[in-house]
């Protein structure tokens, strides 16, 4: 048999293993999800300038496509025009992927906000579900991204371990800033590996024009999309 044809059934045999296996992100599959949270109507967190925590998110998400094609990933982009999906259908399409990215900014609890704390939360927060069968990569993603944040400038805010109603989020790597939040839906529900970022603190008075801007989007969106291009398997 002439090299290029035993090539090619090779490569025949090989995606009908990996078919049948349905272990896709083992297999190469390249395909990236990016879900931009909250939508027009329940924007999520505002700032103290009248920033929408959706209206960001969806700034980020869009340099974070562009970046993530740059690196010759495919995207798909979830909830892009802000409608009303709930979270399960956000991940509906998840079990082909190779990654679910949920992209937010953050907000802080109201009593803190009420005892004029809000200066003092500050910096990025990545959560994983260890619940899940694909935490292993859904960690190792979560710290690749860390990494390529922490490069850039950036510091985890670590306030969601905080041991009281609404937080007490476990942190599996402090020096990362990733927490462990099992009941998170889209986390939960998504069948491919899976994490959602908090890229920063909205309601910090202080960040909120420096997250608002579309140059900080373009550098949160480089490196994140450089962390999930390192964690992700090479393609055949």
Known sequence: MHKSALRQSILAVASLICLSSLQLADCGAQQVLIDTGHTTENPGAIGAAGHREFDLN???AVALSKALKAQ???VVDVAAQGSPASLQARTEASGSAALFVSIH??????????????????GYAIFVSASKPQYA????CAKSISRK???MGEHPSLYHATPIAGENRPLLDRSLGIHRFDDLVVLKTAESPALLIEIGVLANPDQEARLASPRFAGLAANAIA???RQCLPVAP
């Not at 990569?137 to 190792?140: A, D, F, G, P, W």
């Open 105 to 122: 900014h953050d907000s802080m609890q109201q009593a803190w906000l009420d005892a004029g704390r809000s200066r003092e939360f500050s």
């Open 137 to 140: 990569r859904s960690l190792e």
């Open 226 to 228: 450089g962390g999930i």
């Open 58 to 60: 969806r700034q980020l």
């Open 149 to 151: 944040l922490l490069s």
């Open 72 to 74: 010759g990933l495919d």
